[in-house]
C-alpha cells in the first residue's frame, strides 16, 4: 500500500509538473502578446507625436492656436487687427526646440546679387556636429517674390540637405499681408519715401524672426544674409557666455556693425519686440536698440558719463568681431554698401 501511495503521489507531482508548466508556456505566449501590443501601441502614438508637432509647424490652420506673442503685433500694427491668423508661415522645419542658440537670419531679393548661399555656409560649416545639434538656423523670407522663396527653398533643401533633415536649419516666410502699406509706398516715386518704407518694413522683419524665434533656445543670435563666420565662431560665442561673471549684460556685440552678430537672452526679447514696435516708424533697428539700451540702463537725472561709465558692463563688445561684412548691394534697392571690416 505504501508503495501504491507513493507512486501515485508521484503521478500526481507530474502531473501537476505538466500543467505548470502548460501554464506557464500559456503565460508566456500571453506575456509576448502583450509586450507586442504594448510596443505596437507606443509606436502609434510616437508616430501621432511627430505627426502633430509636423501638422504644427508646417500647416497652422487658422482655428489652431498660435503663440499669443503675434498677437501683440495688431496692438501695433492696425491694419493686421483685421486678420485672424498672425503666423508666419513655416515652409521648412521640425519643430526643433530646446536648444541653446537660435541664428536668425531674414532675407530679402536683391535682384542680380545674392549672398545667402556663402553665408549659410560658413555658418553651418563652422560649427562643430554637438553645437548642429543644439542650435537651429532660421532663415526668414521676407519678400512677396514667389520665385525668390521657391528659388531659397530649391537651393537650401538641395546644398543643406542634412541639416534640413535633423531640423537644424528652417525657413520661414512672412506672408505679404504683413506689409500692405510699405508694399503700396514702393511704388512711390519719392526717393525718401521708398527709404522710409524698406527702413519701416526691415525693423518689422527682425520683429517676426524674434518672435518665432524666441520660444526655441536660451540664446538668441541676429544674423544678416551678407555675412562670413569666422572660424570657431559659436564655440568662441559659447566659451564667452559662460565666462562672463557678471548676469547683468543686456547684450553681447559680436560685431559693431548695425543689428549683425548681436546677442540677447530669449527671455529679453519679447520686451525688446515691443520697444521696436513703439517706434518701428521712427528710426532704423540698430538707433531703437541704443535708445531702448539708454531708456532701460539710464536712471533720471544722470549725468550721461556715468551711464556711459556703465554700459560697458552692460552692453559688453567682444573682440575680434566674429562675423565679416561682404554685401556690396543693399536690399535696399539702388545702394551700394563697400564696408566690409567689421
Known amino acids: 500500500n505504501q508503495f501504491i501511495n507513493c507512486r501515485n503521489h508521484i503521478l500526481e507531482f507530474e502531473d501537476n509538473i505538466l500543467r505548470l508548466k502548460s501554464k506557464t508556456e500559456r503565460n508566456s505566449e500571453e506575456l509576448m502578446k502583450a509586450l507586442k501590443q504594448m510596443k505596437y501601441e507606443i509606436m502609434q502614438r510616437e508616430n501621432l507625436s511627430v505627426n502633430l508637432v509636423e501638422k504644427k509647424v508646417s500647416t497652422l490652420s487658422k482655428n489652431e492656436a498660435?503663440?499669443?506673442?503675434?498677437?501683440?503685433?495688431?496692438?501695433?500694427?492696425?491694419?493686421?487687427?483685421?486678420e485672424g491668423r498672425i503666423y508666419p508661415d513655416v515652409v521648412i522645419g521640425k519643430g526643433k526646440?530646446?536648444?541653446?542658440?537660435?541664428?536668425?537670419?531674414?532675407?530679402?531679393?536683391?535682384?542680380?546679387?545674392?549672398?545667402?548661399?556663402?553665408?549659410?555656409?560658413?555658418?553651418?560649416?563652422?560649427?562643430?556636429?554637438?553645437?548642429?545639434?543644439?542650435s537651429v538656423v532660421i532663415v526668414s523670407i521676407s519678400d512677396s517674390n514667389e520665385d525668390y522663396l521657391q528659388s531659397v527653398v530649391s537651393m537650401i533643401k538641395k546644398k543643406f540637405k542634412r541639416q534640413v533633415k535633423s531640423g537644424s536649419l528652417e525657413v520661414i516666410s512672412i506672408p505679404a499681408f504683413f506689409y500692405t502699406n510699405m508694399l503700396n509706398a514702393k511704388q512711390s516715386t519719392e526717393d525718401s519715401q521708398k527709404k522710409q518704407s524698406w527702413q519701416v518694413k526691415q525693423v518689422l522683419d527682425f520683429c517676426v524672426l524674434m518672435l518665432y524665434a524666441q520660444p526655441k533656445a536660451r540664446y538668441y543670435l541676429q544674423l544678416e544674409d551678407d555675412i562670413i563666420a569666422k572660424k570657431m565662431y559659436l564655440t568662441k560665442i559659447t566659451d564667452f557666455v559662460h565666462n562672463i561673471t557678471s548676469n547683468n549684460w543686456f547684450y553681447i556685440e559680436f560685431s559693431v556693425l548695425g543689428f549683425i552678430g548681436k546677442l540677447f537672452r530669449s527671455e529679453d526679447l519679447l520686451d525688446s519686440v515691443r520697444f521696436f514696435l513703439?517706434?518701428?516708424?521712427?528710426?532704423?533697428?540698430?538707433?531703437?536698440?541704443?535708445?531702448?539700451?539708454?531708456?532701460?540702463?539710464?536712471?533720471?537725472?544722470?549725468?550721461?558719463?556715468?551711464?556711459?561709465?556703465?554700459?560697458?558692463q552692460i552692453r559688453i563688445q567682444y573682440k575680434p568681431s566674429l562675423f565679416q561684412h561682404v554685401g556690396t548691394h543693399s536690399s535696399f534697392p539702388g545702394r551700394e554698401q563697400h564696408y566690409k571690416k567689421i
Open 278 to 312: 513703439m517706434f518701428y516708424k521712427e528710426k532704423p533697428i540698430d538707433w531703437l536698440l541704443e535708445d531702448m539700451f539708454q531708456v532701460k540702463m539710464c536712471y533720471p537725472g544722470e549725468p550721461l558719463m556715468n551711464y556711459k561709465g556703465r554700459r560697458k
Open 66 to 82: 498660435v503663440p499669443d506673442t503675434f498677437e501683440d503685433l495688431k496692438f501695433f500694427i492696425p491694419h493686421l487687427r483685421k
Open 97 to 134: 526646440t530646446g536648444v541653446s542658440f537660435a541664428l536668425g537670419i531674414p532675407t530679402i531679393n536683391r535682384g542680380n546679387y545674392t549672398y545667402l548661399k556663402q553665408t549659410l555656409t560658413s555658418i553651418v560649416s563652422r560649427m562643430t556636429p554637438s553645437e548642429e545639434k543644439d
